[in-house]
């Protein structure tokens, strides 16, 4: 047996001609197991990681900046209240689109973009001034009390309460005609968004709702909406998670840290953005009866998008949601609630694509650059440092 252990070693070593062959490894020393190189390992990771950072600024931008030409569009489609197109599938709106740029140019679909910028910032800063100086808490998770996850709906519902004037005035923004109306200036819907809440008994302009009229429908809205898309989340996210360790476990390679891993982080952005979508078409009607009690009495000439190249002023007279609600149904049917649903279809199409391509092209960025230091990683053979008795240090081929 000693003759066949000195043979099998001797016969291992000698497979690299630059490794010296010591006789005291036939004495039993234990030969070193070649492994695996962390180098890659680290360098999987940090790709992967940069490949998601760069996947969520990304969408990030295109939510705020890219998807905003088609929320005008969503808009303008909602408030138009006897229009003859509904535009419930995306086809119809490209000769429309066509039309805008035609006779106002391309940046006619990008109206009111600084302030829904400003309303978004100004939401989240009332939050975290409320979160401040009271004990609600800004974020709740599923291991949060009763207490808390109240204290958190008393903090969502002050901070709608607080935006509601200013949205208002960010919509009119948003929706009106840039041909048959005077640019805003930047900071135009704050100044506008005070003047809506210091008339809040009623409004100066014949039939516009007063404040207090919109702020129950408008929080209403919000915590619903809100609500569901964080209950959706977490149950899309558990189911994702779920089904991502049965498949590892089976193969029986399930990582470490798994909270941490970038293939979980990539499953919490997944159900993020589906359950935005779902919480989006899901009060699409909701939000259309919302948007005509904001734009009501606001004397808003908006863009004729039944076909592209005149305007029409907004004039209704609306009593409430409920009579916004059946007088749409009277009057236009079940789909005059979901008019301009195309639009919505096209923003998240966008988006997607967005997404999708901006991670194909940074993975193959990412690996491009790493794929030399790779190659050098593997190839290179490890040195052990542990030394026998003669001093000689071995090489592994």
């Given at each position: 047996?000693?003759g066949?252990r000195?043979f099998?070693?001797r016969?291992?070593?000698?497979?690299?001609e630059?490794?010296m062959?010591?006789?005291?490894l036939a004495?039993g020393v234990?030969?070193?197991i070649?492994?695996?190189?962390?180098?890659?390992?680290d360098?999987d990771?940090a790709?992967?990681?940069y490949?998601?950072?760069?996947?969520?600024?990304v969408?990030l931008?295109?939510?705020?900046?890219?998807?905003?030409?088609?929320v005008?569009?969503?808009?303008?489609c909602?408030?138009?209240?006897n229009?003859?197109?509904?535009?419930?599938?995306p086809?119809?709106l490209?000769?429309?689109?066509?039309?805008l740029?035609?006779?106002?140019?391309?940046?006619?679909?990008?109206?009111?973009?600084g302030s829904?910028?400003?309303?978004?910032?100004?939401s989240?800063?009332?939050?975290?001034l409320?979160?401040k100086?009271?004990?609600?808490p800004?974020e709740i998770t599923?291991?949060s009390?009763?207490?808390q996850f109240?204290?958190?709906t008393?903090?969502?519902?002050?901070?709608?309460a607080?935006?509601?004037?200013f949205?208002?005035?960010?919509?009119?923004?948003?929706?009106?005609?840039?041909?048959a109306?005077?640019?805003?200036?930047?900071l135009d819907?704050?100044?506008?968004g005070?003047m809506?809440?210091?008339?809040?008994?009623?409004g100066?302009?014949?039939?516009?709702?007063?404040?207090?009229?919109?702020?129950l429908?408008?929080v209403?809205l919000?915590?619903a909406?809100y609500?569901?898309?964080?209950?959706?989340?977490?149950?899309?996210?558990?189911?994702?998670?779920?089904?991502?360790k049965?498949?590892?476990?089976?193969t029986?390679?399930?990582?470490?840290?798994?909270?941490?891993?970038n293939?979980?982080?990539?499953i919490?952005?997944?159900?993020?953005l589906?359950?935005?979508?779902a919480?989006?078409?899901?009060f699409?009607?909701f939000?259309?009866?919302l948007?005509?009690?904001h734009?009501?009495?606001?004397?808003?000439?908006?863009?004729?998008?039944d076909?592209?190249?005149?305007?029409?002023?907004?004039?209704?007279?609306?009593h409430g949601?409920?009579?916004?609600?059946?007088?749409?149904?009277?009057?236009?049917g079940?789909?005059g609630?979901y008019?301009?649903?195309?639009?919505?279809i096209?923003?998240?199409a966008?988006h997607?694509?967005?997404?999708?391509i901006t991670?194909?092209?940074?993975?193959e960025?990412?690996a491009?650059?790493?794929?030399p230091?790779?190659t050098?990683?593997?190839h290179?053979?490890?040195v052990?440092s542990?030394t026998?008795?003669?001093g000689?240090t071995?090489?592994?081929?």
């Open positions: 047996m000693a066949l000195e099998n070693a016969n291992f070593y000698n497979l690299n630059d490794v062959w010591d006789p005291n004495a234990p030969l070193p070649p492994t695996a190189n962390p180098k890659i390992n360098d990771a790709l992967q990681k490949v998601g950072q760069g996947v969520s600024v969408s931008i295109a939510e705020n900046l890219l998807c905003h030409p088609f005008v569009l969503r808009r303008q909602q408030v138009h209240y229009s003859r197109k509904i535009h419930v599938v086809i119809t490209v000769p429309v689109i066509m039309h740029h035609q006779h106002q140019g391309i940046t006619t679909l990008w109206k009111g973009l829904t910028l400003l309303i978004r910032g100004l989240l800063g009332v939050e975290d409320i979160s100086v009271t004990p609600w800004k599923w291991y009390t009763v207490t109240l204290q958190h008393l903090l969502k519902g002050l901070s709608l607080i935006v509601t004037p949205y208002s005035a960010s919509l009119v923004e948003t929706v009106q005609s840039d041909i109306s005077e640019k805003p200036g930047i819907v704050f100044r506008e005070f809506r809440l210091l008339n809040w008994g009623g100066p302009k014949g039939r516009m709702l007063p404040v207090w009229a919109l702020v429908p408008t209403t919000g915590l909406r609500f569901f898309s964080l209950g959706l989340e977490g149950l899309i996210s558990r189911l994702m998670h779920r089904n991502f049965h498949r590892h476990e089976a029986g390679a399930l990582p470490r840290n798994l909270p941490n891993t293939a979980m982080k990539e919490d952005f997944n159900a993020s589906i359950a935005t979508i919480s989006d078409v899901a699409y009607p939000e259309t009866i948007h005509r009690l734009l009501q009495g606001t004397r808003t000439i908006v863009d004729n998008l076909d592209g190249s005149s305007v029409l002023p907004i004039l209704t007279n609306y949601p409920v009579d916004c609600y059946e007088s749409c149904l009277a009057k236009e079940i789909f609630l008019k301009g649903f195309g639009a919505l096209l923003q998240y966008a997607i694509a967005v997404i999708r991670r194909f092209l940074l993975t960025i990412t491009m650059m790493h794929k230091s790779r050098a990683g593997t290179s053979p490890p052990i542990n026998n008795n003669t000689h071995y090489l592994l081929p």
